[in-house]
Nanobody, 127 residues
Framework: VQLQASGGGLVQAGGSLRLSCAAS????????VAWFRQAPGEEREFVAF????????YYGDSVEGRFTISRGNANRAVYLQMNNLRPEDTAVYYC?????????????????????WGQGTLVTVSS
């Protein structure tokens, strides 16, 4: 499956953005999908995960309660709704997918567990 991330941009602190991870080649219904982010000079950080199994989601501690991950109705996209954005949320956001159907949180938060990656979309939050 090929992934394309979009929806990034410049927003003021407290604002909202919705990122999209669109799939081509096949649907995402049998894939776990996650969002990671990487700020300049920092390591890639886990943001959110949605499992192939309905209802299983995980979030990074820094975004819990502010971000929501969800699937599109046709399972051709996964979305990341980001509310109450902060300057420290500034980063390139990447979506990733894997078909091995793990649901353990330790794997969900490990970027090495994913085989497919989108190209990244830049989110900049001004103070």
């Amino acid at each position: 499956v090929q992934l394309q991330a979009s929806g990034g941009g410049l927003v003021q602190a407290g604002g909202s953005l919705r990122l999209s991870c669109a799939a081509s080649g096949r649907t995402l219904n049998n894939y776990n999908v996650a969002w990671f982010r990487q700020a300049p000079g920092e390591e890639r950080e886990f943001v959110a995960f949605i499992a192939w199994r309905r209802g299983v989601t995980y979030y990074g501690d820094s975004v819990e309660g502010r971000f929501t991950i969800s699937r599109g109705n046709a399972n051709r996209a996964v979305y990341l709704q980001m509310n109450n954005l902060r300057p420290e949320d500034t980063a390139v956001y990447y979506c990733a997918a894997d078909s091995t159907r793990f649901i353990e949180p330790v794997l969900a938060k490990d970027y090495d567990a994913y085989d497919h990656w989108g190209q990244g979309t830049l989110v900049t939050v001004s103070s």
